[in-house]
């Protein structure tokens, strides 16, 4: 491989950044004026040895000033590559999270619902001849500010409900209620003193009882910590950002110490757009993967905000049961036994003889990555990964993702998927998805006429799905009226909502089954089986032989 590393004694192969730090201009002394009154000898001696530290001052402290001057240019072009990537990095993933979609789904899973909804009647009717009445609905709605959850099913008969259940969830409790399942009675668990209220419960295992849970699971819920806040959460993504954004900066530091980065200018054709990009790139070795690897990993043992971050996992894993000492210890005596074997890691690398290779594509405006191409080459195999997204994720013309195997392999292969936006206006959205398996290929198109909703999905000129997509109000609503090929089609009267803002219902009062006999836990059970098949007789024989047949 040829050797990208910079000349650090002369000017060739030097980056234009490094370049500048040798053109640094040399000042020469200034002859000091000579003095036309001639002075007594003592005098003119005190003012010679004057002279000679003023000289030498003046020379000090010019030296200084450049080699201060030189320290801040090197830092400052030293810093240069880490600040346009940390910059493209953080503006890439703003870019994403401000995207119309993504604001959406956001809103939706914290303070919003989604709701699916299926006609029974028709679909089971099509597709197993059998005759069941009513539509069915699933609503998930979701308030993280205050740590609240619910879980809705129903079963609908035109405009009444025939049957439905709803799952709390809180900071206190998690609570069900059905009146089909419990009549007006609500059952929960509270997690205010969970451990304890297990520990005297019939699912103890040390209680001897027939509800006795596994041993294992039962010591994962006594440890567990209901606590989970989104403060808590936010908190540890702080931490995790300050970790990555220190491990990029260690990482460009020694791979521009040890390899060396290059440079360019380039242009990127998506669909309606050029952007003129910066292309990063970076070609190691073997041996350069290794010494950049080792102080990777010497950095992981030694840094403070790893360590900060392995602490805050370990809360984390603590939450759910996990010993956290454990968890530290494991990841710190890991890492240690990998610095003690890196020899032989460094010795795999030289008879596979690796070489990486990596381009990172900038946009110059708006300073997003949008192109991303990877290539790790070992054992005469060849492995090549490709992204493309832009011009920019809050409107995306092209994404891309494709892989390659090539070289002494004996099944090459060749995977790509694309989704090309082909408008994007006020009224009507069109786009293509393609994909290649090797030689095989298949594509799809959709399109969407904003204005009466209408939407319609064509997969390889075979399948088709027709429907509406209608967005207005905070309310994304998404009807599939046909799914057809080319010798049947069905209608699933299936219905998709998205909620941007949605209420979560008040938990009602509920029996704590932690603090139930196992006589009365038994008879709940005998209950919940015999409401149930009485309410599937009334709906259907075809959903009570449906029931009777899986229980």
Do not use: C
């Not at 209608?491 to 509920?510: E, M, R, W």
Request: aromatic letters at 10%; charged letters at 30%.
């Amino acid at each position: 491989m040829e050797d990208n590393r910079n000349d650090r004694n002369g000017t060739e192969n030097l980056s234009p950044d490094q370049e500048l730090q040798q053109q640094e201009p040399q000042q020469e002394p200034q002859q000091e004026p000579q003095l036309q009154e001639e002075l007594p000898t003592d005098a003119n001696e005190d003012f010679s040895e004057k002279k000679k530290s003023s000289l030498w001052l003046k020379i000090g402290g010019g030296l200084v000033a450049a080699a201060v001057i030189a320290a801040v240019i090197f830092g400052i072009l030293a810093n240069t590559t880490y600040a346009l990537l940390s910059s493209a990095i953080k503006n890439t993933s703003q870019a994403a999270v401000s995207s119309e979609p993504v604001q959406l789904l956001k809103s939706v899973f914290t303070q919003g619902s989604v709701e699916v909804a299926l006609d029974l009647e028709n679909l089971l009717d099509q597709m197993f001849g059998i005759e069941v009445e009513g539509q069915v609905s699933a609503k998930y709605i979701s308030n993280l500010k205050d740590s609240r959850a619910a879980f809705l099913l129903a079963l609908n008969d035109g405009s009444s409900t025939l049957a439905d259940a709803t799952l709390h969830a809180n900071k206190d409790a998690i609570v069900l209620e059905s009146d089909i399942l419990f009549g007006k009675t609500a059952y929960g668990i509270g997690l205010n003193d969970l451990s304890d209220n297990l520990e005297s419960s019939i699912f103890n295992p040390y209680n001897d009882s027939y509800y006795a849970l596994d041993d294992e699971l039962y010591d994962s819920l006594v440890e567990m910590d209901p606590d989970i806040t989104i403060e808590r959460y936010s908190e540890y993504q702080k931490v995790l950002e300050e970790a990555t954004d220190e491990a990029l900066a260690v990482l460009l530091k020694s791979i521009d110490k040890n390899v060396g980065i290059e440079r360019d200018s380039d242009t990127i054709q998506f669909v309606d757009t050029t952007s003129k990009v910066t292309v990063l790139s970076v070609s190691a070795d073997d041996k350069e993967i290794s010494i950049v690897l080792r102080e990777m990993l010497e950095w992981m043992k030694d840094s403070e905000k790893v360590r900060l971050l392995m602490n805050k996992t370990a809360d984390l894993m603590d939450d759910i049961g996990e010993d956290p000492e454990d968890f530290i210890d494991d990841f710190y005596d890991e890492l240690s036994l990998m610095l003690e074997d890196f020899d032989d890691v460094a010795d795999n690398l030289e008879d596979a003889e690796a070489e990486v290779h990596l381009k990172l594509y900038i946009t110059k405006r708006g300073k997003e990555l949008v192109k991303v191409e990877f290539e790790v080459d070992a054992y005469d195999e060849r492995n090549q990964v490709e992204m493309v997204a832009g011009p920019s994720l809050r409107d995306v013309e092209l994404i891309s993702l494709s892989y390659r195997l090539s070289g002494d392999v004996y099944y090459p292969a060749r995977y790509t998927l694309s989704y090309t936006v082909q408008e994007n206006s006020k009224d009507f959205y069109s786009a293509k998805l393609q994909f290649r398996d090797n030689e095989d290929r298949s594509s799809a198109s959709v399109t969407w006429d904003k204005k009466d909703g209408e939407f319609r999905i064509k997969a390889d000129d075979s399948y088709t799905v027709k429907g509406t997509m209608l967005y207005e109000k905070n309310r994304l609503t998404i009807q599939i009226r046909n799914i057809s090929d080319e010798w049947d089609s069905i209608k699933p009267g299936l219905t998709i909502i998205l909620n941007k803002q949605d209420s979560t219902p008040a938990v009602p009062s509920y029996t704590d089954i932690l603090e139930m006999e196992e006589s009365d836990f038994e008879y709940l059970g005998e209950d919940i089986y015999e409401n149930v098949e009485d309410f599937l007789y009334e709906i259907g024989d075809a959903a009570y032989w449906m029931f009777d047949l899986f229980y």
